[in-house]
């Protein structure tokens, strides 16, 4: 006779999911608390396929990472929009027109994410990392909403530590 088990027996006793709003995510030049959101690196794997007579399989090809979308909060001191501008100097400069090395604007970054007592239970090196879009958003007199900031980051490589 098949047996039923009930969630309790299925779950571990001592289940913790992560949570969505414990993280920090550390950008060189920008202050942690500053960010609001964040995404987790994401990757693409394109597929190959090999074709033989009348059959077709397929193997894992190139592995791309995609972008990371990160919105900050733009206070008045410290200023986050003085922040981002300063990280977008060192790709393009708009006084003179000139554009910077990859080795002064490219930035590694670490996203922590953390238990309930501030434990780093997941680590991901982001390796590489520019802005590839800055908006600094719209204005209104209408509403009391905070200002904020909308980063896109390309990368090249992430690691998951642990």
């Known amino acids: 006779m098949a047996e039923t088990l009930n969630v309790s027996e299925m779950l571990p006793n001592r289940f913790e999911p992560k949570r969505k709003f414990r993280w920090v995510l550390a950008i060189e030049g920008i202050d942690s608390f500053l960010l609001k959101t964040a995404a987790r690196p994401q990757m693409t794997t394109e597929e190959v396929a090999v074709s033989y007579i009348n059959a077709t399989r397929y193997v894992a090809g190139k592995t791309t990472f995609g972008t990371m979308a990160v919105t900050l909060h733009d206070p008045i001191a410290p200023s986050g929009a003085q922040q981002v501008m300063e990280w977008v100097r060192l790709h393009?400069?708009?006084?003179?027109?000139?554009?910077?090395?990859?080795?002064?604007?490219?930035?590694?970054?670490?996203?922590?994410?953390?238990?309930?007592?501030?434990?780093?239970?997941?680590?991901?090196?982001?390796?590489?990392?520019?802005?590839?879009?800055?908006?600094?958003?719209?204005?209104?007199?209408?509403?009391?909403?905070?200002?904020?900031?909308?980063?896109?980051?390309?990368?090249?490589?992430?690691?998951?530590?642990?």
């Open 92 to 162: 393009y400069e708009s006084v003179s027109g000139r554009s910077g090395y990859a080795d002064f604007y490219k930035r590694d970054l670490q996203l922590k994410m953390l238990d309930p007592v501030g434990t780093v239970v997941e680590l991901w090196d982001v390796k590489g990392a520019f802005i590839t879009d800055a908006n600094f958003n719209d204005l209104s007199y209408e509403g009391s909403d905070m200002t904020e900031i909308a980063l896109t980051l390309r990368f090249d490589n992430a690691v998951l530590q642990y």
